[in-house]
């Protein structure tokens, strides 16, 4: 299992944009597909964006298409989550998840295709 942290997250107003960071552990990063997932106030946790462990195919959330983007720096072990033109409705928990993969090029969107999770970081966006 690969340990998972991330950080950046805030308050920010509607608009604005912010940068997560999560930052893993272990030797083997490049070969684990990623992905984000959120969780607000009473709500179920929820697929926000992913991509294969080869970097080469991604996935989004109909809700943060185009305005969020999903990247990767497998030098750094660190998946980055770029969120633009943010929202009172993105306003969450997000966590980072990983999943080890033997398939360079599937991406895994469901909560339960994923082993390792990190604690997650709060956004707030206000209106």
């Known amino acids: 299992q690969v340990q998972l942290v991330e950080s950046g997250g805030g308050l920010v107003q509607a608009g604005g944009s912010l940068r997560l960071s999560c930052a893993a552990s272990?030797?083997?990063?490049?070969?684990?597909?990623m992905g984000w997932f959120r969780q607000a106030p009473g709500k179920e946790r929820e697929f926000v964006a992913a991509?294969?462990?080869?970097?080469?195919?991604?996935y989004y959330a109909d809700s943060v298409k185009g305005r969020f983007t999903i990247s990767r720096d497998n030098a750094k072990n660190t998946v980055y989550l770029q969120m633009n033109s943010l929202k009172p409705e993105d306003t969450a928990v997000y966590y980072c998840a990983a999943r080890a993969s033997s398939y360079s090029d599937i991406v895994y969107i469901e909560e339960t295709d994923f082993g390792s999770w990190g604690v997650g970081t709060q956004v707030t966006v206000s209106s």
């Open positions: 272990g030797r083997t990063f490049g070969s684990y597909a």
């Open positions: 991509f294969s462990w080869s970097g080469g195919r991604t």
